[in-house]
């Protein structure tokens, strides 16, 4: 059960992260703000009975972030979040709420107008006071006064891995009350980049509502009925947990699973056939009283003269059409994939050691390589050339005692403003594995970003582009970039993209992912781990991927190592005519 004090941590690490950013101090601290209140809002133990080292091992958590943890358990708060809170009202933080309000314009609307509520900010809208300002044009100042007026907040969403952590507990839960046929359903089983709540199917009787709600990180029970549970975890997240019958379990996982758009198109094809199709099984028409599908998915989509579609192309986007001609793509499968190619160490911002690391992924991968940050970004440790080459061999020589797999080092590189690498040639030519990625560049014009961008990728050495769109879901917009341009010229230069599985990130998104695709670009696929928990986030990048009907063709973490190093080997060559 989380304890009170683990919400009150939380919610200062939260209420800092949001200062923080108002305040422009380090985005890879806002984000460790974030993810250190996210961790220990989902703790199952009581933070302030876990020692030093007990609270290092979480997930996100380093040496600051200890200090600032067992200030807010003594005082209640800590210094740094003390020094914002004299800076900024924390009325403020209420503003976030408001569609379209970010922290940057947040700031403004503080610094230039005094606004710190939504009172004053509701006052500013009406009275044409934010024409003032530059960047708030009319349609901000209405969207501003509708919201307030309706009293609509942004519809709070959640990040895939914090439903899906939620959602094992609670399957695990039901499982061991001896329940088997246990599914996700909803946007969780379709694998899209956020979830507005969990939703889960257990084939089973009436009495399961009475044990549901015994689950002891329960916060609400909104709803319990003899088919239907809802409930509000300690996290906030919703869950709603429908009770099914054997014989339409299957029907009931097809209408739950959604979308809801691709469930209409489906039961319009039902009607034109004569059929009618809900969540209890797929009828003819007239004759009700008996199903002739429902028992499973596949029995449903095979009576509709229909291929079966994978939940993740269920958005009504042409999946239909494509199923009636049997072209429904064989997607790439968690199976078909050999290795990871970007993480961190204990070097820079990650958590484990080299070592670990070669040990925890020998027994996973065939192949992987072992990254980490570049100069100059200073306040995350980024290695400088000499750094490399020295952790670089200390790497190769554990191939000595690992030898059922192939490994070897990587560097995330920072692009630097001009569009050059932090490193020269010649030192190029001596990394094993260069993955471009460009973490500063704020206030840079679209055109010139655009060169920036296009410049890194014409680089011999360029091997694979990181998270092309900057974005960080609930947090920071992706880069203002010409997207069609920078995939036009990408095909020049047989670019390869990575699609980065940091549930924050998601980045190439899935429209951006089938993009690349259809100019006959390959994509790689990274958990970017910080710790070894994280090298399983490489299963978002594969949803994201499967959403934008990548097959296994398509992606280089399915080539073999041999393969794979000729295809790097032999692009740069090719660029450098
Ligand atoms: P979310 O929770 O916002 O991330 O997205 P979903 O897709 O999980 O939506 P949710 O939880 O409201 O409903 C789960 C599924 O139930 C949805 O994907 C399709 C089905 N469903 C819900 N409402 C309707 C409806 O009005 N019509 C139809 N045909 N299906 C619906
Ligand atoms: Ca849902
Ligand atoms: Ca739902």
């Known amino acids: ?287 009700v009283d008996k199903a002739i599908a429902g028992r499973s998915e596949e029995e449903i989509y095979k009576a509709l003269n229909l291929q079966y579609i994978p939940p993740e192309l269920r958005e009504n986007q042409g999946e239909i059409e494509l199923a009636m001609k049997g072209r429904i793509p064989k997607l790439i499968e968690l199976k078909d994939i050999k290795g990871d190619i970007h993480c961190h160490t204990n070097m820079t911002d990650g958590a484990s050691s080299i070592y670990e690391i070669v040990e925890y992924l020998s027994s996973r991968y065939e192949w992987f390589f072992i990254g980490d940050h570049s100069i100059p970004l200073h306040f995350v440790k980024g290695l400088d050339f000499r750094k490399y080459l020295d952790s670089r061999n200390e790497l190769l020589k554990l191939r000595e005692k690992f030898r059922k797999v192939d490994f070897d080092r990587s560097i995330e590189l920072e692009v630097l403003k001009d569009g050059s690498f932090a490193f020269g040639e010649e030192e190029l030519g001596k990394i094993a594995l260069v993955i471009a990625a460009a973490h500063t560049s704020a206030k840079m014009k679209k055109e010139e970003l655009t060169q920036r961008i296009i410049k890194a990728l014409s680089n011999p050495f360029c091997d694979v582009f990181a998270h092309l769109s900057q974005r960080l879901l609930f ?21 390869v993209f990575e699609v980065n599985g940091q549930p924050d990130r998601l980045d190439l998104k899935s429209e951006n992912i089938r993009k690349v695709k259809s100019l006959g670009l390959k994509v790689i696929l990274s958990s970017d781990a910080h710790s070894l928990e994280q090298f399983s986030y490489i299963e978002y990048a594969l949803k994201n991927a499967r959403r934008a009907g990548v097959q296994k063709e398509d992606v280089l973490n399915t080539y073999s190592y041999r393969e794979l190093n000729e295809f790097f080997q032999e692009n740069r060559k090719r660029r450098m005519k």
Do not use: W
């Open 475 to 495: 947090q920071r917009e992706e880069l203002d970039l010409d997207y069609d341009l920078v995939f036009q010229k990408a095909k020049d230069f047989n670019s």
């Open 1 to 287: 059960m989380p304890s009170s004090i683990n919400l009150k941590v939380s919610d200062v690490l939260y209420k800092m992260s949001l200062l923080g950013e108002i305040e422009g101090i380090n985005p890879f601290k806002v984000r460790a703000y974030k993810k250190a209140s996210e961790v220990i809002k989902m703790l199952e133990r009581d933070i302030s009975l876990l020692s030093d080292d007990e609270i290092l091992k979480i997930n996100g958590i380093g040496n600051n972030m200890l200090k600032h943890i067992k200030d807010i358990i003594r005082d209640g708060t800590f210094p740094e979040y003390e020094k914002l809170l004299r800076k900024y009202p924390i009325s403020l933080l209420d503003l976030f709420t408001i569609p379209g309000l970010g922290a940057k314009r947040i700031k403004i609307l503080y610094e230039k107008l005094s606004i710190d509520s939504k009172e004053k900010l509701y006052k500013a809208a009406k009275n044409g006071d934010l024409s003032l300002i530059e960047g708030f044009g009319e349609k901000i100042a209405k969207n501003i006064i509708d919201s307030i007026e309706r009293g609509i907040t942004q519809q709070k969403r959640f990040l895939i891995s914090e439903a899906m952590e939620s959602a094992k507990g609670l399957v695990d839960y039901i499982r061991s009350l001896g329940y088997s046929r246990v599914e996700y359903a909803g946007s969780l089983r379709r694998g899209k980049e956020t979830i507005g709540d969990i939703d889960i199917l257990v084939e089973g009787n009436e009495n399961l509502s009475e044990d549901i709600v015994k689950y002891p990180l329960i916060e609400k029970v909104i709803a319990k009925g003899s088919t239907k549970v809802s409930i509000i975890l300690k996290n906030s997240i919703q869950c709603d947990i429908r009770i099914v019958k054997p014989e339409s379990f299957g029907a009931a996982l097809c209408y739950f699973t959604g979308s809801k758009e691709h469930n209409i198109a489906l039961r319009e094809l039902a009607l034109k056939n004569g059929f009618v199709l809900n969540e209890y099984g797929l009828f003819k028409k007239g004759k």
